[in-house]
């Protein structure tokens, strides 16, 4: 029922998205952003293992939207390691209204791709993903 808007919106995936993600849960990256341009979205930046959920937030822009992947390790209260993949759609309330729109439409069908997914989380602000939340979401 769904799919009739999602072909409307005409929105492509890159196969270089779907290989990233590949990657991502090889633990070859600790991050992915990903970014809407022209009809397609495309991979825009990749965080190396090593990078933090500091390096990850600070390479989303402030003022347009983003959907980005996050490869969580984290211990669980019983002192078990654990990891999980976060899709994050990052719309700030400062991007333009379209941008969000456009984000917004084409959001359902990109996750749809990533098959892995543990956790969606949705932020219009740092605070709404600061590491306490994404922390807890894990658990």
Known sequence: MNEKANAASGMAVEDN???KFL????RTHRFIIFRIDGQQVVVEKLGSPQETYDDFTASL???ECRYAVF???FTTNENCQKSKIFFIA???DSSRV???MVYASSKDRFKRELDGI???LQATDPSEMSFD???SRAL
């Not at 990657?23 to 090889?26: F, H």
């Open 17 to 19: 998205c779907k290989l």
């Open 118 to 120: 543990q956790v969606e």
């Open 90 to 92: 990052w719309s700030p």
């Open 23 to 26: 990657e991502l849960k090889k």
């Open 98 to 100: 379209r941008m969000k």
């Open 61 to 63: 822009p402030a003022d």
């Open 133 to 135: 939340i994404i922390q």
């Open 71 to 73: 490869d969580l390790d």
